[in-house]
């Protein structure tokens, strides 16, 4: 009897000490992996597929090229054309410049790594990377806003344009907008400075945004996002229903003249402007204020693209060059330049 009771006892043991074994090195992997922690993370983007490289790094190539020589454009004709310094070109100009730095945040990292195929990048440059392009699109909310704000001016208050939208009064509307987005996207950096990272480096993203760098923190990110959701309510709620509001104003105020080609001319220009407005701040909201749900996980790559390379390609063209006077500009240059070179 007593060798059959402890011969039933031994498979029990064995078990206690084997679960015993199993929960120790449980541990043990547990603080190897909290010691462990990445130097790098992986972009993972559109893929890794050399045909899909390929096609991306010709396209992505053509729109940064094409943006970057329209922004330059821009902002040369409004620096040798006297009769384009005015402070609504003097708004275009500003945003050209800044579309010109934004969208390089951004593509020349992309096209290096779709030809070289390496898609690491340092948390460092990660970081950096984020707080330029935050920084830039924040300010970029602003921007947009004052310049639909002299828009409104110009046209709904043609009298006392003039002496409201001074020079000194275009320069403080400039500064402003880009202090508003150095502090916006300053405080949210440092609070992604605090993060600690210590187990996967893959970012489901073409570039290092706050929430997909975030979701790799081994440590509470809950006041991160709480602050990216505060300051992204701050920083597009109120620029963009300032916008709204300056181009009702103004399509109210085109109602009253009588003239139906100067009325179909300035509903065009509107609906353009709004167009891209819409896409701009309409991409920001749904990506970093509305809740995050798995479709919206999904889109991010798509509505990103929106706001980081579509906007910078279409602005210089719905705001500058598309317009009387900027054609102009443009024609008066050519001439100058071929009758030197002739």
Known sequence: METEL????????????????????????????????????????????????????????????????????????????????????FFIMNLSFLETCYISTILPRMLASFLTGDRSISITGCITQYYLFGFLAATECYLLAMMSYDRYLS?????????????????????????????TNTIITLLMLKLTFCGPNEIDHF?????????????????????????????????????????????????????????????????SHLIVVTLFYGSLFLVYIVPETETLKRLRKTLSLFYTILTPLLNPLIYGLRNREMKEALLKSVRKFSNRVS
């Open 207 to 271: 570039f290092c945004d706050v929430y997909p760098v975030a979701n790799l923190s081994c440590n509470n990110t809950q006041l991160v996002k709480l602050a990216t959701f505060i300051l992204g309510v701050i920083g597009t709620g109120p620029p963009f229903l300032l916008t709204l509001a300056s181009y009702a104003f103004i399509i109210f105020t085109v109602l009253q003249i009588k003239c139906k080609a100067a009325q179909w001319k300035t509903f065009t220009t509107c609906s």
């Open 6 to 89: 402890n011969t039933s006892e031994i498979p029990s043991r064995n078990t206690i000490i084997l679960e015993n074994d199993a929960d120790s090195h449980h541990q043990q992997t547990a603080v190897g992996g909290n010691q462990s922690s990445p130097s790098a993370f992986i972009l993972l983007g559109f893929g890794n597929l050399l045909e899909l490289r390929i096609l991306l790094f010709i396209l992505l190539l053509a729109i940064y090229v094409l943006s970057l020589a329209m922004n330059f454009l821009v902002v040369f004709l409004v620096v040798v054309d006297q009769h384009l310094q005015t402070p609504m070109y």
């Open 155 to 183: 046209i709904c208050k043609p009298l006392r344009y003039i002496s409201i939208m001074n020079g000194r009064l275009c320069i403080r509307l400039v500064i402003t907008s880009w202090m508003c987005g150095l502090l």
